[in-house]
């Protein structure tokens, strides 16, 4: 296994990867929460590579190879704490996250990128575009929400899959099937076991942290609503939202473009909480076409 290139960020380490021309308008890819940035699909990436663009992928903090945090997180307080009105105490926010991708950008020599996200990605890109605007091209939002508790929550199926306990050993993690979560929020009929299972495996080597991910989770949960900031956002916006997603039901990526001024809004049909090929045909030239557009 080789190890990826290291930048240092915003004071920690993270860990990515870019593919094509650095002359090229950048895309900067923000994976979602727990994934590593092996789930961005390579031939995902190589589609939009050779449409003209160079495209950045990356861990995010606390998965993968970029740093680790060790402060202990317990999830169902910190949602009790928000239920409650109260302000939790975690060991970052979403605004670390987006203030990562911006110090990536930095270390790459990047000035203005593209930046596209999924789901938690889509919250950091949507983080980014308010605190730090003058550093994007352009926004691509996908299966993600606002952070307003009326919208983009998961159903009950889909949130007790969330909260149940992962595997604690690499031989539970591979008897695991994908299905067991994919199943739950992804595009009905159109995942890939096999494929989704291989992935799996390389997270584990490259490193699999359910603490991390409950950190991340939690950062996520206390940095509550980005509405009003998204209403002074002055990047060209695209948002992107299934209409089988259970883990962000579709309202969430519907109040994205609303709040957004000028957002446009693709909803796909049969699109769960994934991104399977047999649907890349429906957004990857319709994001081609966003970006495209907005770099000089």
């Known amino acids: 296994m080789t190890a990826m290139p290291i930048a240092r960020a915003n004071g920690i380490d993270i860990a990515y990867e870019t593919l094509g021309d650095p002359a090229d308008p950048t895309v900067l890819l923000v994976h979602g929460l727990g994934c590593q940035l092996i789930e961005w699909d390579d031939e995902l990436c190589r589609a939009i590579v050779d449409r003209g663009f160079h495209v950045v992928r990356f ?3 606390d998965v993968g190879e970029s740093t680790r945090f060790d402060q202990p997180v317990d999830v169902m ?15 970052y926010l979403l605004s670390d996250m987006a203030a990562d991708a911006v110090g990536l950008l930095d270390h790459l020599g990047v000035d203005r990128a593209h930046v596209l996200g999924v789901s938690m990605g889509g919250m950091i890109v949507q983080t980014m575009a308010i605190e730090h605007g003058a550093r994007l091209r352009s926004m691509t939002s996908i299966m993600s929400t606002t952070g307003d508790p009326d919208v983009g929550m998961p159903t009950g199926e889909a949130m ?53 991910t409950a950190r991340q989770l939690a950062a996520i949960l206390a940095s509550g609503s980005r509405s009003a900031g998204l209403a002074t956002v002055d990047v060209p916006t695209l948002v992107i939202h299934g209409t089988a997603d259970k883990l962000v039901q579709p309202s969430g990526g519907e109040r994205t473009a609303e709040v957004v001024p000028d957002a446009k809004l693709l909803m796909i049909e049969g699109m769960g909480h994934d991104l399977p090929p047999p649907l890349w045909g429906g957004y990857v030239e319709r994001v081609r076409g966003h970006i495209a557009t907005e770099h000089p």
């Open 59 to 61: 861990d995010n903090r």
């Open 77 to 91: 307080g910190v949602i009790a704490a928000v239920a409650a009105g109260e302000v939790p105490e975690v060991p």
């Open 160 to 212: 007790s899959t969330l909260l149940s306990p992962p595997p604690h050993d690499p031989g539970g993690a591979c008897r695991t099937p994908p299905s067991a979560t994919t199943g739950v929020w992804g595009s009905p009929g159109l995942y890939d076991e096999a494929r989704l299972r291989e992935v799996a495996g390389r997270k584990w080597d490259r490193g699999y942290d359910p603490a991390g």
